[in-house]
């Protein structure tokens, strides 16, 4: 809003120039939604124990240590959405047709996650919405998305799967990509929803992520550097950095008070809605493998439930890991919470690096 309202002054005030680089209105993005954050964040948690009372309920099977973190409140990804809702609505340029499609899918995810933990909390159980109703639910989001992004996307890019550390091998995967594309966002949605299972734990590799998928998607949309790097160039895939800076700005806000010991859980609300936003913007970069790349932790937290499903039915009931997710693994083996988070939080960083490496290493 600021852009379209004050960047056009520009040519009479000069400070207004500052509204058209999109540095600027990220680190604005940032700024405003970490500020939001400290401000509401104390009425959000009060707000949601006075109508949680028991907060999350706690699994049974899973570590000693989290039983004493009964009664903290959950749905706290509330918090999350209303800061990057605003934050971006101030800076982000209105007419962008990607911002639209990934702030729809954000909201929208979010609203699922909304629902699967109030589930949660008047069943008095772990387990929320039918598993296959949630996913058919955001299926259907996912592959609407994807159809309006291959209707902006130029000719040229439509439909194609870009491989990294490569500058020139690319697959033109036809009707194929609008599935392709839908399991990449619904994937990474359910992948960051599977890593939140600590305190603190989710939130650092999604502000990780965020951090280089804004610089991905400002190089991406700048056709000075797209060439410069070799990479392909997607007019207006920029304006998603200031949707990225705001993303990192609410994820800072929120680990303030989801630090070990929390004091409020994101919730499959927060998890779901930001693991979304960062499906989409891959497949609006056409970085959908960087991202299974810089979001290696996600991927390796997804493939420890799949492996442990799939040994637990090859053998009739025995386990690979003592736990799965694969952080409750090392919970069990007796890893501090705080251990695991912080190593998690380093690889992570490891993924991230390899990741952007791609942008330059062809």
């Not at 500058?167 to 949605?189: Q, R, S, Y």
């Given at each position: 809003?600021?852009?379209?309202?004050?960047?056009?002054?520009?040519?009479?005030?000069?400070?207004?120039?500052l509204?058209?680089?999109?540095t600027?209105r990220a680190?604005?993005?940032?700024?405003t939604?970490?500020?939001?954050s400290?401000?509401?964040?104390?009425?959000?948690?009060?707000w949601?124990?006075?109508?949680?009372?028991a907060?999350?309920?706690?699994r049974?099977?899973?570590?000693?240590?989290?039983?004493?973190?009964?009664?903290?409140?959950?749905?706290?990804?509330?918090?999350?959405?209303f800061?990057v809702?605003l934050s971006?609505l101030?800076?982000?340029?209105?007419?962008?047709?990607?911002?639209?499609?990934?702030?729809?899918?954000?909201?929208?995810?979010?609203?699922?996650?909304?629902?699967?933990?109030?589930?949660?909390?008047t069943?008095?159980?772990?387990?929320?919405?039918?598993?296959?109703?949630?996913?058919?639910l955001?299926?259907?989001?996912?592959?609407?998305a994807?159809?309006?992004?291959?209707?902006?996307?130029?000719a040229g890019?439509?439909?194609?799967?870009?491989?990294?550390?490569?500058?020139?091998?690319?697959?033109?995967?036809?009707w194929?990509f609008?599935?392709?594309?839908?399991?990449?966002?619904?994937?990474?949605?359910?992948?960051?929803?599977?890593?939140?299972?600590?305190?603190?734990l989710?939130?650092?590799?999604?502000?990780i992520?965020s951090?280089?998928?804004?610089?991905?998607?400002?190089?991406?949309?700048?056709?000075?550097f797209?060439?410069?790097?070799?990479?392909?160039?997607?007019?207006?895939?920029?304006?998603?950095?200031?949707?990225c800076?705001?993303?990192?700005?609410?994820?800072?806000?929120?680990?303030?008070?989801?630090?070990?010991?929390?004091?409020?859980?994101?919730?499959?609300?927060?998890?779901?809605?930001?693991?979304?936003?960062l499906g989409?913007?891959?497949?609006?970069?056409?970085?959908e493998?960087?991202?299974?790349?810089?979001?290696?932790?996600?991927?390796?937290?997804?493939?420890?439930?799949?492996?442990?499903v799939g040994?637990?039915?090859?053998?009739?009931?025995?386990?690979?890991?003592?736990?799965?997710?694969?952080?409750?693994?090392?919970?069990?083996?007796?890893?501090?919470?705080?251990?695991?988070?912080?190593?998690?939080?380093?690889?992570?960083?490891i993924?991230?690096?390899?990741?952007?490496?791609?942008?330059?290493?062809?």
């Amino acid at each position: 809003m600021l852009y379209n309202l004050l960047a056009p002054l520009g040519e009479d005030i000069q400070f207004f120039n500052l509204f058209r680089y999109l540095t600027f209105r990220a680190g604005g993005a940032m700024m405003t939604a970490l500020i939001i954050s400290f401000l509401i964040g104390p009425i959000v948690i009060r707000w949601l124990k006075s109508r949680q009372g028991a907060g999350q309920p706690i699994r049974e099977d899973g570590p000693e240590t989290h039983f004493k973190k009964a009664g903290t409140p959950t749905m706290g990804g509330l918090m999350i959405i209303f800061t990057v809702m605003l934050s971006t609505l101030l800076w982000v340029d209105l007419s962008n047709p990607y911002y639209w499609i990934t702030i729809t899918v954000f909201f929208l995810f979010g609203v699922i996650g909304f629902i699967d933990d109030y589930y949660k909390l008047t069943g008095g159980s772990h387990l929320g919405m039918p598993g296959k109703v949630r996913l058919l639910l955001e299926a259907i989001i996912g592959i609407i998305a994807v159809y309006l992004i291959s209707r902006i996307m130029p000719a040229g890019l439509t439909n194609q799967l870009h491989i990294p550390f490569l500058k020139t091998l690319t697959f033109n995967l036809g009707w194929f990509f609008l599935p392709f594309g839908m399991l990449v966002i619904v994937g990474a949605a359910n992948a960051v929803n599977l890593t939140d299972g600590l305190d603190g734990l989710a939130i650092g590799p999604i502000m990780i992520t965020s951090a280089c998928f804004g610089v991905i998607c400002y190089l991406i949309g700048n056709v000075i550097f797209s060439n410069y790097l070799q990479i392909h160039y997607v007019p207006d895939s920029g304006e998603l950095a200031v949707f990225c800076g705001a993303l990192l700005g609410a994820g800072l806000g929120f680990l303030w008070y989801n630090a070990p010991p929390a004091d409020v859980f994101m919730g499959d609300t927060g998890s779901l809605s930001m693991g979304g936003a960062l499906g989409v913007m891959s497949v609006v970069t056409k970085h959908e493998i960087v991202l299974a790349i810089i979001g290696g932790l996600f991927v390796i937290e997804t493939l420890s439930v799949i492996m442990q499903v799939g040994y637990f039915k090859m053998t009739g009931g025995k386990r690979l890991f003592l736990m799965a997710p694969v952080h409750h693994h090392y919970e069990k083996k007796g890893w501090a919470e705080t251990k695991v988070v912080m190593r998690f939080w380093i690889i992570s960083f490891i993924f991230a690096m390899i990741g952007m490496s791609s942008l330059k290493l062809r």
